[in-house]
């Protein structure tokens, strides 16, 4: 697949980000739009063209779902978060009956058929919207005469969807509008997301607030509902997907009791909520993958079936009369597990922003990125001779450079980026593992947009105010400097050892009267070692 530059291209002038923005691009093997999406920190790209397929989410620099090798390859139910309808996984024998009618599709899982009509036909998209908090992308599919999808489901309706993406993650809400219908529409809808494994499976737990599971035979409900107590099924209380593999449907979900893939590794979660109507969910955790999937239904498996046979509760199908229209929503939040408050630092990006529209620096310059120890450094002073940029703002963690990077690191093309962060993250509880992560997690993403970028990370400072804490400090030191080996491109620069006195403590005269905070003294130390390390200036 082609590479979307345009996300890079729109901020060569170091323009800052919006905070939300939609654009779109061509595909140049397949000639498929793409248009991808962005609020805050999340990203998202969907084609229409195969299925209004949402196949990457992107969160804080963290591709979540599992991504096709090739945009030809997307159309289907293998990759990125594809639409199931009208029939949600599996159809006994491929067909069923409705009032009287019966109902024949394709078989393309032995004699049954699976995952409906929708996820590789093109769809037509209506709408598109910005505003300050969320980018909209409304999409429909015409039942018509002359369609594919039709021949197979010969029932004259409008399936709607309208994904939105926020900072705090995605949604989609379906709408199956038969007001100009004549005849009953029986349907469930489905997501089916691919989801990535963050970290390792054993630290991978799923929690499943169902109230039943439904027994089946070949993947195929019987339409017993059994109590999920005492049986291997039963993840209400939250369980690691280690060892637990299934592929089975859940019934009794509510809207008030979301689904959570909490990511333990990583720090993060993905809560998985919806609306009333999607009252059955199916999950399939298989060995040996990098990913597993949460499908939120608003049916069961083989509902129509189920339906037929009187198990109208058991089945949920969903019937759209004519002259109404459906809806329904689900909800993929991501947050930090944490509990990190990525707002208070708002008010701070924004100044950034003003400021750098009103005089914008120019591209392949040095910029500096992190806590307070950045923010007070007079680097006009301190590197007379070269372009930096000072995007230091006081109070942060590694996490916070992380997550605001495509805003204030990102556009500005930096030839080379130094960082100080991770003596706030040890102060507030982190553990060694956790800076390291994230600061990975950092390189990671500068690389993926410009892969050319020095990264030069400053070593956690030993300090007089913080010196308790500072065997911690000096163990997320040696992880980032055993990283930074791996990658010429990573440079470690340890201003702790030539902080220490003879004693082995911090000196007191790199300090302000806080104990925390550099004197000019400090400042001069930092500088001598920083200097070296970066690129001559032109």
Known sequence: ??????????????APLSAAEIHDDIDADTGWQVITAQAGQTKIRVVPAAGFNVFSIEHAGRELLKTPPALADLPGVSYGVPLLYPSPNRVRNAQFTFDGKTYHFDANDGTNFIHGLVHNVPWTV???EVDAHQAVIEAELVFAPGTKHYAAFPLEHTLRVTVTVRPEGVSWKYEVDNTHGKS??????????????????????????????????????????????????DARAAKSLEGFVIDDVYSGMQSDHPTVADFRDEGIQLSLDASDDFTHLVVYTPENKNWF???????????????????????????????ETLSGTVNYRIRDARGHKFSRWEKAIRKFEAQDRQHPPAAGGTLFVGS??????????????????????GGSQMIDS??????????????????YAGDNDIAGGQSPETVAKD???????????????KIVYIAIKPSLRRWNLYEQMAKANDLIAAFAETDE??????????????????????????????????????????????????
């Not at 307070?372 to 703002?393: A, E, Q, T």
């Not at 993403?445 to 892969?451: C, E």
């Not at 030539?498 to 001069?524: C, R, V, W």
């Open 293 to 323: 999937c949460v499908e939120n239904q608003t049916c069961s498996t083989d509902a129509h079936n189920l339906y037929q046979q009187g198990l109208k509760a058991e089945s949920h199908l969903l019937v759209a009369e004519p002259g």
């Open 402 to 419: 992380l997550y605001f990077a495509d805003r204030i690191v990102l556009p500005y093309q930096p030839r080379t980026i130094v960082v």
């Open 184 to 233: 009953k529409v029986p349907f469930g809808f489905a997501l089916h997301p691919w989801i990535l494994y963050q970290g390792e499976r054993k630290n991978t737990f799923l929690t499943i607030p169902a109230t039943q599971w439904m027994e089946a035979e070949n993947l195929l409900p019987t339409g017993k509902l059994v109590d999920l107590e005492g049986t291997p099924f």
């Open 372 to 393: 307070s120890s950045i923010r007070f450094w007079d680097l006009p002073k301190y590197f007379p001779d070269r372009p930096v940029v000072n995007h230091g703002f």
């Open 126 to 128: 209506r709408r598109t």
């Open 1 to 14: 697949m082609r590479q979307l530059f345009g996300f890079l291209l729109l901020f060569a002038t170091a």
């Open 489 to 538: 491109r990573i440079t470690y620069a340890d201003i702790a050892t030539p902080m220490l006195n003879e004693q082995g403590t911090p000196k007191p005269e790199l300090f302000i009267k806080d104990g925390l905070h550099l004197s000019p003294a400090g400042y001069e130390l930092w500088t001598s070692v920083i200097e070296p390390l970066l690129p001559r200036a032109n």
């Open 439 to 453: 600061f990975q997690r950092f390189a990671r993403k500068i690389h993926a947009a410009l892969p050319e970028t």
